[in-house]
């Protein structure tokens, strides 16, 4: 299936948000496999300057100059009379489709509803469906709906008809039927697809960090936390009680994810041994709820050196994709793993038992005695501990909304799986 994104764009002007909006979709398609092209203006303006080009590079390699906007941007007023240059409007645009789509199976047009542009283009389309019974249009509608005026005459109309072999594609369900109304359509003929702001595409990862992100699906959970810890000194940092709270999280159904970034490995396999023998005594599965970063260093010699120290850009990336910090130490006096998750805003839990801590933090921040309750002598304390700190992080509202952000709402992964692939074997069927 070859697709055509067909735009009004004459440039990438970074001020104009649709850019993002596209750029996301062309990475979706590109990394499922997807043969695509950006339909632009002729009058199109690459980008110059260096960064942009790089920004912008998906795009530029996919962009091909094929509609002539001329004329075509005359500004049908809604209460309009017919305009005698119309018909020659559509009929130019019939002859540049039949010369720029035809080798496409898929057309997604971007932002031409919100132009009077869209007037001539539906009627080509109409115009079209004859020689072209099988090309599938899905067209995005990128603002808040409006009620048809009763006064409107053809060819304003056209703004508000649907176009034949097309799907419509709203922004949110809550005004997916006021829009649905408009087009006199029904709402399950209208589909939602999310804008994605992916975490991935706003952070400049390493891409090392992107590579462990995809391969273990650490964007794809409820809870994570990123712990730096030296290897050796892995019990009197806290892990065992780390890992038995979040094992009563995966006990209760929710998706758990804990990255020990467990440096200074090289010289101390009994001590990774042991982390992994305790993680399944507390119920999570090796390398799915517990992913240790020294396993990468034994098998991909690009990060063979992870063994010894994890690269700071690295903990930076994987402190930013998380939201959780139990942090159940005995050892440090002015910790920098506890600064790094303070200063990067995640939900932080500290040991009381180690009054250091509270140096660092508000006094009401949630706090355990995880000193003098060892994990394995009193298992139960850390049940009652996973509850309470559920409890507040399902509270804050800061972090229930950067979290269901990270994982769902603006994701290009759940929105690829859920939204826009759905319209594509609509497309296919």
């Not at 764009?9 to 996301?24: E, P, R």
């Not at 990123?226 to 009563?248: E, H």
């Not at 990067?344 to 801590?357: A, C, E, H, R, T």
């Not at 509850?387 to 804050?396: A, K, M, P, S, T």
Request: net charge negative; aromatic share 14%.
């Amino acid at each position: 299936m070859k697709i055509g994104i067909l735009t009004a764009l004459c440039d990438f002007s970074a001020a104009y948000s649709l850019i993002t909006v596209i750029k996301s979709q062309a990475e979706m398609l590109e990394r499922n496999g997807y043969e695509f092209d950006l339909l632009c203006c002729k009058s199109f303006v690459p980008p110059e300057e260096e960064k942009d080009i790089e920004f912008y590079s998906l795009l530029s390699d996919h962009a091909l100059l094929c509609l002539d906007e001329g004329g075509h941007l005359y500004d049908y007023q809604i209460d309009e009379d017919p305009l005698h240059d119309f018909q020659e409007c559509v009929k130019s645009l019939e002859d540049t489709y039949r010369e720029n789509l035809q080798g496409y199976d898929v057309i997604i047009t971007h932002d031409l509803m919100l132009l009077s542009w869209y007037l001539p283009h539906n009627q080509a389309i109409k115009n079209l469906i004859k020689e072209w019974p099988d090309k599938r249009w899905i067209h995005w509608f990128h603002s808040g709906a409006s009620a048809p005026s009763p006064r409107i005459k053809y060819p304003s109309t056209l703004r508000y008809e649907a176009a034949p072999n097309s799907k419509y594609v709203f922004l949110d369900n809550y005004q997916k039927q006021d829009f649905a109304n408009s087009m006199d359509l029904d709402a399950s003929e209208v589909s939602v697809v999310y804008n994605a702001r992916d975490i991935r595409d706003l952070y400049d990862f390493d891409q090392h960090s992107l590579n462990l992100i995809e391969k273990y699906k650490l964007l794809d959970h409820d809870i994570m936390q990123t712990f730096p810890v030296s290897t050796p000194r892995w019990r009197d940092k806290g892990i065992r009680q780390v890992m038995r709270i979040f094992g009563y999280w995966k006990k209760a159904g929710l998706r758990v994810k804990l990255l020990l970034l467990n440096s200074h490995s090289n010289e101390a396999g009994e001590h990774v041994q042991a982390m992994k023998d305790y993680a399944d005594v507390a119920g999570l599965d090796y390398m799915k709820d517990v992913i240790f970063s020294s396993e990468e260093a034994r098998y991909d010699h690009k990060v063979r050196d992870w063994s010894y120290s994890i690269p700071w850009r690295n903990v930076r990336d994987f402190i930013t994709i998380s939201n959780m910090f139990v942090f159940p130490s005995v050892s440090e006096s002015c910790s920098l793993v506890q600064g790094e998750a303070s200063v990067m805003g995640k939900f932080v839990v500290i040991n009381s038992d180690f009054l250091p801590m509270f140096e660092f933090c508000p006094r009401n921040i949630p706090h355990f005695k995880f000193t003098q309750n060892d994990p394995d002598a009193n298992p139960k304390y850390y049940e009652c501990a996973a509850r309470e700190i559920l409890q507040g992080f399902n509270n804050d509202v800061s972090i229930a909304n950067s979290t269901l952000g990270k994982t769902k709402l603006y994701n290009r992964d759940y929105i690829w799986q859920h939204q826009f692939e759905p319209l594509l074997n609509w497309a296919e069927s």
